[in-house]
């Protein structure tokens, strides 16, 4: 056990760093409070740059734009556009999920043709996988997708689409074989959105906003070239590419919590409570302190489980306790957020009154998603109860 | 940078685990526990003969020169088969002490015994006021003499000597002067047992300098987290294995997802306490400045999760679970223990708030 940087990852830190200082982009600040439709042109050059330095794609291999970076470095990656408050990245489910999953199950023609535009933001991607009747049991799907010549023909729709408005691609799951077992017969699309019959609508979630679409297919057309793996593989195709979200993902999601307790913690010293300061709050100093430290537990978990990856190679279903533990906590955080904020905890942006531009009243509903994308806690404790201890399947 | 254990530490872990299998079985634990301070001078032996009572402790004063991590590695062995005695108290507590805090001739004459398992101590910390804080101490010797009473001193009634917290210092005395009297607490964990201590001007020869007391208490804080997840880990996989042998309506009763998600929720609680006691092992070992943070953090989350993961595992066993011959309790009796000693996870939620809170104040000012 060392938790020193080794002299190869301070290495690559302080290259980053140097790199950063001279790259950084210094008006991020006046963009971030604009609703992302407005923004995503400046998150797009970003990338651009990030690209040309190198960076986009630290984990992914040499030969495909990366820097065959460890997960470590890629914690360390984070922790660095973190400190200095760096924008996100447009393509992220390109860079961070499909552009990965092309990678591992991808043809050369495939690589070649896709990987470039995922790094350069050229072409953003979605990922077409819930449906309104397959979302734990994703294995369950519904859409199509019918030989006819030399193309699919897929119908169907797709629901809780990121990026979805905004998507030149998408990585599709479709069933191709209705015949066998649910999760034998799919296979994975890489669909052009701008083909005919594709229709993306907004969908609207209880913030307000729509960061998600549904996405109807009615006969649209996509070439046999563009299946990704093989034909009825696609649940294993679809199942690596869930791995990776669970990942390395986790990383940049510490990075913000702990900006967020750091920002309470601040809060806690001006706030007023039975006329002091609410950090002279015995209840209050418990929970904030309750938060900070799960927070840093969170970091921790993340740790050994990237130490354990990097030892066996892939991220084990061991995973699933960080899921449910950082989307707990978060919900936890907004809590307690809400509690020391008072009244001022439900101001929107909008009002003239609202504290750090009403993100905490965000924080409170949008943290109600977290249980729920990206696997539900139930399925998360599922995963836990069969795949790591060994109880039989409930399901 | 890895969080994982090195190879000479897995063979440590492993040698352990072997070691306390083998001997140190619930037979043997259950036997004990029916004894004055659950302590088996046979078991002392071999414990000696495996390294273990001298672990930490420098090669001059014959222990095994090993560091924090390994230390813990062996208290999760220790924690997983619910050792009983005076491990805790003698080496960790009282060795950590000595070796904290006592000058060159006092580790010759009371830490190097403890090494060669020649001699058991404790360390008497809390008084009527059952505070741990430790400025909190009332006790004070005068001309070289203590008078007064501690209490909720683990294993004293086999301790050969006995270190005082005082106001005025930290003292060694004699456990078997005439001004001493030791005299058992009934208290809810029967394999680790507290004792009254009361002094009457008993004679105390003073350990040196006393500034190193706090990081050697978050070295034992550390210990005894670890300690906990050793027995959450056991309480674990009792009941995973129950939940998979148990048949009710014709089925093993882990198929069911109320029985699944409860181990589920042990597990993450485990893990997450293992997490927590590792990072704070490493960085006492390695002086970080977030070192006494971090042991608040473990013993914080280690207090509340070894209760729930205890609760969780009774509720999973049914009416089995709450059977004196089940083993589960005899954990759960320890784990509430646990949680109290160095104080509850409120107690460190404060301590947490003191050092993360208070001083973001004193940065806000300064900046």
């Known amino acids: 056990m060392d938790l020193n940087l080794t002299a190869e990852e301070l290495q690559f830190r302080d290259e980053l760093r140097a790199w950063l200082a001279a790259n950084l982009p210094k008006d991020w600040n006046q963009w971030r409070e604009k609703p992302i ?12 740059k990030l690209h040309e330095g190198g960076w986009a794609a630290v984990s992914w291999p040499k030969e495909y734009g990366g820097r065959s970076a460890s997960l470590m470095r890629q914690a360390i990656f984070w922790e660095e556009l973190a400190r200095v408050d760096a924008p996100p990245t447009a393509n992220t489910l390109g860079l961070g999920i499909i552009g990965p999953t092309i990678i591992s199950h991808g043809t ?48 169907g729709q797709k629901v809780w689409t990121s990026y979805g ?41 209880m913030t307000g906003e729509s960061e998600f679409s549904e996405i109807f297919f009615r006969d649209v057309r996509v070439p046999v070239a563009n299946v990704l793996g093989e034909v009825n593989d696609g649940w294993n195709v679809a199942i690596s590419t869930l791995m990776h979200e669970r990942g390395a993902f986790g990383a940049r999601l510490h990075l913000l919590f702990k900006r967020n307790i750091d920002r309470l913690i601040e809060l806690s010293h001006s706030v007023q409570r039975n006329g002091s300061p609410a950090a002279k709050d015995p209840l209050i100093r418990q929970k904030l302190a309750q938060c900070y430290a799960e927070i840093e537990i969170m970091r921790l978990n993340q740790l050994r489980a ?34 020391l904020l008072g009244p001022y905890g439900q101001l929107l942006g909008a009002d003239r009154h609202a504290i750090d531009h009403g993100i905490w009243s965000y924080g409170y509903l949008r943290s109600r998603g977290n249980t729920i994308e990206a696997g539900t806690s139930e399925v998360q404790r599922n995963i836990i109860g069969h795949f790591v201890l060994g109880l039989p399947r409930s399901y | 940078m890895q969080f994982g254990l090195s190879d000479s530490q897995r063979l440590l872990q492993d040698s352990a685990r072997k070691f306390f299998a083998a001997e140190c079985p619930m037979a043997l634990v259950r036997r004990l526990m029916e004894t004055d301070a659950a302590y088996d001078g046979a078991l002392w032996s071999k414990m000696t003969a495996q390294g273990f009572t001298g672990i930490i402790f420098p090669e001059e004063y014959d222990g095994a020169g090993l560091g924090t991590v390994e230390l813990i590695l062996l208290m999760e062995e220790a924690g997983r088969a619910l050792l009983p005695g005076p491990f805790f108290s003698t080496v960790v507590l009282a060795g950590g002490l000595l070796n904290a805090i006592g000058t060159p001739e006092q580790k010759k004459k009371y830490l190097a015994p403890i090494c060669r398992g020649e001699r058991r101590s404790t360390v008497a910390i809390l008084e009527s006021r059952a505070n741990w804080d430790l400025a909190s101490a009332q006790i004070s010797a005068v001309n070289g003499k203590l008078s007064g009473e501690k209490l909720f001193v683990p294993v004293a009634g086999v301790a050969d000597f006995i270190m005082v917290v005082a106001r005025n210092g930290v003292f060694v ?10 005299e058992p607490m009934s208290a809810m964990d029967l394999t680790r047992k507290l004792y009254s201590v009361s002094f009457e001007n008993t004679p105390a020869e003073k350990l040196g300098d006393a500034a190193g007391l706090q990081k050697a208490l978050d070295v034992s804080t550390a210990a005894l987290a670890a300690e906990m997840v050793g027995g959450m880990q056991r309480t674990l996989d009792t009941t995973v294995e129950y939940a998979k042998t148990r048949k009710q309506f014709g089925k093993p009763i882990g198929i069911f997802q109320a029985v699944q998600h409860q181990c589920a929720d042990m597990y993450l609680e485990t893990e997450s306490s293992r997490s927590a006691a590792y990072y704070a092992a490493w960085a006492l070992e390695e002086n970080m400045p977030d070192a006494a943070l971090a042991v608040s953090i473990a013993k914080m989350y280690a207090s509340d999760a070894s209760r729930a993961v205890g609760n969780r595992g009774i509720q999973v066993h049914g009416g089995m679970g709450f059977t004196w011959e089940n083993d589960l309790h005899l954990y759960y009796r320890r784990a509430k223990a646990s949680e109290t000693m160095f104080g509850d996870a409120t107690f460190h939620r404060e301590r947490i708030a003191r050092l993360a809170i208070d001083s973001a104040a004193r940065t806000a000012k300064s900046a």
Request: glycine letters at 8%; aromatic letters at 8%.
């Open chain 1, 37 to 48: 439709e407005v923004s995503f042109p400046y998150l797009r050059a970003w990338q651009r």
């Open chain 1, 108 to 155: 050369e023609a495939q690589k070649k043709r896709y990987i470039p535009k995922i790094l350069s933001a050229e072409e953003i991607w979605c990922q077409g996988f819930s449906e309104p009747n397959a979302g734990s049991d994703l294995a369950g799907l519904q859409t199509e997708a019918r030989l006819d010549g030399g193309d699919y023909i897929v119908n």
């Open chain 1, 165 to 205: 408005w905004v998507g030149d691609w998408c990585e599709l799951v479709v069933r191709t074989d209705p015949s066998v077992a649910k999760h034998k017969g799919l296979t994975v699309l890489l669909v052009d959105m701008r083909s005919p019959g594709v229709d993306v609508r907004p969908l609207r979630q």
């Open chain 1, 306 to 339: 990237f130490s354990r990856i990097a030892a066996t190679g892939v991220p084990g279903p061991e995973g699933s306790i960080l899921k449910i533990f950082w989307s707990e906590l978060n919900q936890r955080v907004q809590q307690i957020a809400q509690e």
């Open chain 2, 173 to 182: 005395v004699d456990a078997d002067d005439p001004g001493i009297h030791v």
